[in-house]
Structure formats: structure tokens, C-alpha cells
């Protein structure tokens, strides 16, 4: 990272940053351009490892790309404000950003209330969610294992 006075190193204060976010984008290999698609998100984490989970349909070029390469790179980001200045060249952005990269992989039948789970944590108070059977059959859910994670911030 070039401007190193913006670097955020402390994984608790990158997974804060993380939980503060609305959309997840995600960058899958699509032949000679990148496919990146924004997405609602959820996440978990141990002293090792971050998850992001995701849902979608059960067919499409996200799943296509995924199965073909399942390489995948992300990038979130919050906390924007227009910094104005009496000067064009002296206006910023303040931001807290997150860019990435890691595995992802499609969960089987029996992990999808936990994933779905954290997703709504990241929205929403809400516990103990009853899914009906109809919902879990049609849906499907990725996971992301994070393997490298970068986090910059800009506050004036």
C-alpha cells in the first residue's frame, strides 16, 4: 500500500469497518475482463479466519463463473463524506475502504441457516430466524474464505 498513513492493520478494527458496510462487491474471472457484481453480505470470523457469505439464485453467470475459477476478489467500503475546499484540487473524499481476495466455494444444504444467519446479523437485530424449507431449497449460498485483506482510511 502506497500511502501507508492510511493503512489499518488491527484485524478488530478492519472486521468493525467490515460490519459497517451495506454491499460487498465481488470481482470473479470472466474471460478477458473482470465480472464484479455488488452484493448483501454476512460475516463470521475466527482468530484465523474471516468468512463473507452471500446468497443467491441457484443459476446464473456468478455460479458459471464461480465453478469455472473460484478465485475471487472483493471490496467493500463506508463512512463516505465530501470534504469541500475553497479549491478544486483540495476537495477529498473521507472514506474506510476494504479490498481482498480469497476462495469461495457453494455450501451444502446443511450450512445454509447458519450463513443465512449471518447475513441478516449484518442487517438487522433480528435472532432466531425461522427459514421455510421452500426458501432453503431454492436458494444458494457462497462462502468466501479470506486469504489476503487490505483496509484504508481517510478522515480529516
Known sequence: MRRKDREITDRTEIISIMKKCDVCRLALFDDKYPYIVPLNFGLDYDDKNI???FHCADKGKKLDLINANNNV???MDTSHKLV???SPCGCTMEYESIIGNGKIEILSEEKKEEA???IMA???E???IAY????LKAVTILKLTVKNITCKRLKK
Open 51 to 53: 468468512f463473507i457469505y
Open 73 to 75: 476478489g472483493f471490496e
Open 84 to 86: 469541500i475546499s475553497d
Open 116 to 118: 443465512l444467519d449471518f
Open 122 to 124: 449484518q442487517y438487522t
Open 126 to 128: 433480528k435472532s432466531n
Open 132 to 135: 421455510s424449507e421452500q426458501y
